[in-house]
């Protein structure tokens, strides 16, 4: 069994911890994904959902369930709006975002997928010049 990795939402109320081996961590670019992070794509991580356990706050976890088929489903803490773990009601995976995990998960992006409805200024972004801290600082 992998060694236990730390994570939580933006507030640190929602705190929880994952055990790998992880099975895929994929950046999704649909506009489902885009929609629900405000981002350009999604960052998840996917493996069995047995493999958590909430350390804080599962309490604040709200999850919103669409009403309309074929609509993905998230997890967030109810206090600051980050997206949290959550079981993924077509498959049965856990799914982790893997900006709210602490440590790296010793797995690597292996795709994008969905590439086709990436975000039409994306490739503008991975261009743009890079700035180690906010602009003006």
């Known amino acids: 069994m992998d060694k236990p990795i730390t994570g939580a939402c933006l507030c640190g109320r929602v705190q929880f911890e994952v055990t790998g081996p992880f099975d895929e961590f994929h950046f999704c670019h649909c506009s489902q994904c885009?929609?629900?992070?405000?981002?350009a794509h999604a960052a998840n991580i996917f493996t069995s959902a047995d493999r958590i356990q909430w350390l804080a706050g599962e309490e604040l976890i709200k999850r919103y369930t669409p009403d309309k088929p074929g609509v993905i489903s998230k997890c967030f803490c109810t206090h600051c709006g980050?997206?949290?773990?959550?079981?993924?009601?077509?498959s049965g995976k856990l799914v982790i975002p893997a900006g709210s995990l602490n440590e790296s998960p010793g797995i690597d992006p292996e795709d994008n997928i969905y590439w086709r409805d990436r975000a039409e200024w994306y490739d503008a972004g991975l261009a743009a010049k890079h700035i180690e801290q906010e602009p003006g600082n």
Do not use: E, F
Not at 34 to 39: D, E, F, K, L, W
Not at 82 to 90: D, Q
């Open 34 to 39: 885009r929609r629900s992070t405000g981002s």
């Open 82 to 90: 980050s997206l949290v773990p959550y079981t993924s009601l077509n």
